[in-house]
T-cell receptor, first 114, second 112 residues
Framework: NAGVTQTPKFQVLKTGQSMTLQCAQDMNHEYMSWYRQDPGMGLRLIHYSVGAGITDQGEVPNGYNVSRSTTEDFPLRLLSAAPSQTSVYFC?????????????FGPGTRLTVL | EDKVVQSPLSLVVHEGDTVTLNCSYEVTNFRSLLWYKQEKKAPTFLFMLTSSGIEKKSGRLSSILDKKELFSILNITATQTGDSAVYLCAVEDGEGAQKLVFGQGTRLTINP
């Protein structure tokens, strides 16, 4: 199993550009989520999904869209990038929504918006 | 608003010392508290605590939860340089599906 994979590892965008951060897992996990981590801060939940076709907002959803058309993939879209979205983004998955102790994190995507 | 506060934010000790990291929280609907270790990349899971007063232990690391006073501590004894990392505390809010609220983290540096 590859676990949770994220692409790209690094990305630089200009203000106003759009892009999609990819996240995939091969463990047949129902629950997937996206977090951002800013310097000196913990992780903040952006969006999450409890299964294919179902998504919901987390703590900081503004400026981001998600979709979950398959169990494996959970892409995060930045519609019009802003410097405030410069951050490290982590995708995570777990078997069910009730099993936070078995949540696996991807390696992260470091995004810089100029 | 749910809040998780960790202290200290940064700690530097010598190898062999014992350290205690603190985590206090305010959440509407507490379900569990988790500790993670984050080195250069993604956080890795250490402990999940749901009941007060029951110590969880793994090697030199241990943790306990006090649900009355709304805090948890993470102890590391006989520290080693490999323990250097950011330690994150997170609380699961039972209102929604697996909503984790993270603290800012404690950056622990172990000097040889």
């Amino acid at each position: 199993n590859a676990g949770v994979t994220q692409t790209p590892k690094f990305q630089v965008l200009k203000t106003g550009q759009s892009m999609t951060l990819q996240c995939a897992q091969d463990m047949n996990h129902e629950y997937m989520s996206w977090y951002r981590q800013d310097p000196g801060m913990g992780l903040r939940l952006i969006h999450y999904s409890v299964g294919a076709g179902i998504t919901d907002q987390g703590e900081v959803p503004n400026g981001y869209n998600v979709s979950r058309s398959t169990t494996e993939d959970f892409p995060l879209r930045l519609l019009s990038a802003a410097p405030s979205q410069t951050s490290v983004y982590f995708c995570a998955s777990s078997r069910t929504s009730g099993r936070v102790d078995t949540q696996y994190f991807g390696p992260g995507t470091r995004l810089t918006v100029l | 608003e749910d809040k998780v506060v960790q202290s200290p934010l940064s700690l530097v000790v010598h190898e062999g010392d014992t350290v205690t990291l603190n985590c206090s929280y305010e959440v509407t609907n507490f379900r569990s508290l988790l500790w993670y270790k984050q080195e250069k990349k993604a956080p890795t899971f250490l402990f999940m605590l749901t009941s007060s007063g029951i110590e969880k232990k793994s090697g030199r690391l241990s943790s306990i939860l006090d649900k009355k006073e709304l805090f948890s501590i993470l102890n590391i004894t006989a520290t080693q340089t490999g323990d250097s990392a950011v330690y994150l505390c997170a609380v699961e809010d039972g209102e929604g599906a697996q909503k984790l609220v993270f603290g800012q983290g404690t950056r622990l540096t172990i000097n040889p």
